[in-house]
């Protein structure tokens, strides 16, 4: 790969805490080299703020290989930036060239507020979880693994859906800050899989309740979400969603 | 105070079926009035955490990630190992067990070794029906594949996302023990020290990360499942935020710490790129199943690798180890490539890399696709395009992962690799029920110094965190909390509470008030550099030395020049990073002090002294058949205990794979 380095304006978002109003900031940053990953050329960046007495950029991150779901950028207008599923720690600056502007603000949705500058709480998927996004298994209780085949292409379904990171790239490209995407991989990794089948209906409208109750817009089919997904969560999964819901509902047998 | 590893008495094979059916029980009324601290929620602290809530102990889970979810086990790869001889290969609990022993350097307890084996089946039963995705084969059954130092195929795996599937299913097992009240959690908050009383561990004093404020927190009994310390070396595969502080805040309140010198370099890396590098990223040891490993015969050789002809490549794994080829254990497949590079026959722009190759498999399997498919007469391009395929479907995210990075098609131009920080066998000394020598305080998973010895095998770490945290401590914790049904709660005004949170927050504005001129991120670097010269892949009496009065001078530095910009009561990144880069400082010296302590080679501490002419390394089984753990006596101060290691079973042998 040819190597090059560059000069680079950037405008991010700061806000001091959630109650404060924010405001864009410019830095101007030298030398980047396009074999460092956005994440390291925002540690330049603190490394020369703290140099000059200034408070660093606060952003989340932490596996920097795109499987924590800890980062969670909006740049130049796009969740997790430019790059076909990616996160942002996955972008690389050989994306972009000399004098080149970047815009960098947080995940923006009413159910995600601002903690600091770049980094959101994002503690309403933990609780979607908590409706229902799991198997009700106790330790102990299992029989043995082989004794339950399940059809491969069942189980290639259900991890496709079970890669799901929770960065919330779906929500922050939702013009309607929906987290259907987020909600429908897990429906779906679950409702793939005979172990799922007890709980089914259930759990999907208790999820769906619980996504409403924390302040997500609604689904109107725009498929902002999908295209930003770092992990190429499937609108299919949305469809699985619909049907789930409707077959749960629709029976009155819950 | 003598060590006493509390290893039940009797055969190997019946010691922990005994233990269970004979320790002490926690009957379900108590349980409800007694109170668990778990610091993290990794594949040990989720699993635990989750296990014990299930029991209907009161459990309270913390770790520094926004999410449970997003703990750094969340990036493990290529898979779990279970006895489970499902490939009708020969696997057995006694085979795991024997690979594990004898992939440790004979530096590992027999016991602890042999229940891991034991529970390791137990293990993909849960996950599975707990909802993991494993990989499967056409006929619905569960597939497997092999690791390094064995020769079964015993692993489990998810693509090249097992951890992220494993971790999903403990995640949301803990997470439905949160809905039901018998876990509470605690995201974005940092253990910062254990409290004591009456010389038990009673609790913990963490700080909220979003606001800054120190909270008091009272258990029963404390579990660190806060992982492994390999980002003392700055450079490593794990995550930016992986650390050692709730290890080293145990360790200062009198836990021993095992082994800290044991470190795993692992040997297929993407290697560094410059000196903004942040952390390196790993590419699966799963590869090495179809990768093949290689550098130019000639030295210096500046040719593109696609050009250099079969006939002048030197396969060097194949070459020394016949028996394993690709897949010996990690230590010596970094060594080896090390030994390559060393000598002049790198690749790549830094000359620091090898190249692992694709290309074979790629035909191999594409010709198998064309049987499958009872095609004839396929184009060689045809057959590539199939056999691309197959790969994909195998390591696809890996391949991605790699390209983003580099830039370049590992479908077409070899990986190039090199050796890389990996993963922590040493951590806190616990005995068979996972106590540290503080009483009340546990340690599972990475944290704990346990089960690897001197060399963990690939998809060994995975199996570990579950076990300790699904099948071994719901029970040992019980035949402690048996005694404790009749302590109550102690309220955090206590005197030791007050203390500890004093000691703290003390330490936290003396941090603050230092306005000294340098970033903890350059001095975290400056502190990784000397670990990775002179305590990484090779180690001398000299550099050793040397490396500990550095680090003494670095600590200096630390203390009295760094920067950390904002104040105590917000969310400060960089305060957060201070506190933990001032624990890896001290333990850097005393992973150096265990390093030079250690007059032999064995696994993955190498010290040059120790050798065969081959270049292998030599162990001192007269001499260091045991535990080195270390007691805190005040700054810079440890004192060295030694668990003797008893063999009833296996015969120590110098590990071949030839
Ligand atoms: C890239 C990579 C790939 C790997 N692949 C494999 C593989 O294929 N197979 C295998 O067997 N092993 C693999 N390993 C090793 C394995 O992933 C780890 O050893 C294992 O996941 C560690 O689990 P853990 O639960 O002990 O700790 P972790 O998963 O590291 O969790 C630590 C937890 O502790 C919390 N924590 C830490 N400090 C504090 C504190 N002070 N206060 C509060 N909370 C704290 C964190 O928030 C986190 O929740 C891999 C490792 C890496 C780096
Ligand atoms: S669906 Fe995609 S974008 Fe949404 S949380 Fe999951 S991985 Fe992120
Ligand atoms: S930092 Fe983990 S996904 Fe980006």
Redesign the pocket.
Known sequence: MEHYNMNLTLKVWKQKNAKAAGRFETYQVKGISSEMSFLEMFDVLNEQLIAEGKEPVAFDHD?R?GICGMCSMYINGRAHGPWHHNTTCQLHMREYKDGDTIVVEPWRADAFPVIKDLVVNRNSFDHIVQAGGYISVNTGNAQDANSLPIEKQKADDSFAAAACIGCGACVAACPNASAMLFLSAKVAHLAYLPQGDVERKERVVNMVHQMDKEGFGSCTNIGACEAECPKGISLENIAKLNREYMVATFAGDR | MPLNNRIPAGDLDTKWEKYKSTCKLVNPANKRSIEIIV?????????AAASLGELGYKVKA????DS?R????????????AAKNYQNDGDSVYRLFYDTIKGGDYRAREANVHRLAEVSGNIIDQCVAQGVPFAREYGGLLSNRS?GGTQVQR?F?AAGQ??QQL?IGAYQSLERQVALGNVTM??R????DIVKIDGKARGII?RNLVTGELERHFGHSVLI????Y?NVFYL????M???????W?AHKQGAYFGNPCFTQI?PTCIPVSGDHQSKL??M???LRNDGRIWVPKKQNDSRKANEIPADERDYYLERRYPAFGNLVPRDVASRAAKERCDAGYGVGASKQAVYLDFAAAILRYGKIEVGKQGLEHVSEADIIKMGKEVVASKYGNLFEMYEKITGENPYEVPMRIYPAV??TMGGLWVDYELMTTVPGLYA????NFSDHGAN?L????????LA??YFVIPYTIGNYLADEIRTKSIPTDHPAFVAAEKEVFDRINKLMNIKGTESVESLHKRLGKIMWDKCGMARNEKGLQEAIEEIRALKKEFWSNVRIPGEVNEFNPELDKAN?VADFIELGELMCMDALNRNESCGGHFREEYQTEEGEALRQDDKFMYVAAWEYKGDSQFELHKEELVYDVVHPSARSYK
Not at chain 2, 39 to 47: C, E, F, N, Q
Not at chain 2, 62 to 65: A, K, N
Not at chain 2, 189 to 192: D, G, R
Not at chain 2, 241 to 247: C, D, E, L, R
């Open positions: 596996c290989e | 610091i993290g929620t990794g594949l040990a602290g989720a699993s913390f770790c520094f990630q449970p997003r703990a750094h086990s969340i990036a493990a790869q290529g898979g779990i190992n690791f692993t795996y097992t951890g971790l605690y995201s908050h940092e253990m910062l963490a499942c806060s992982g492994g390999g490593s595969t794990n995550a935020g992986s650390n050692v502080t709730a290890a805040k692992h990223t790993l699966s040891e799963s990996h993963y599972l998973g990475e944290a963990r690939g998809a060994s770490a995975l199996m570990q965190g300790d945290g933990r």
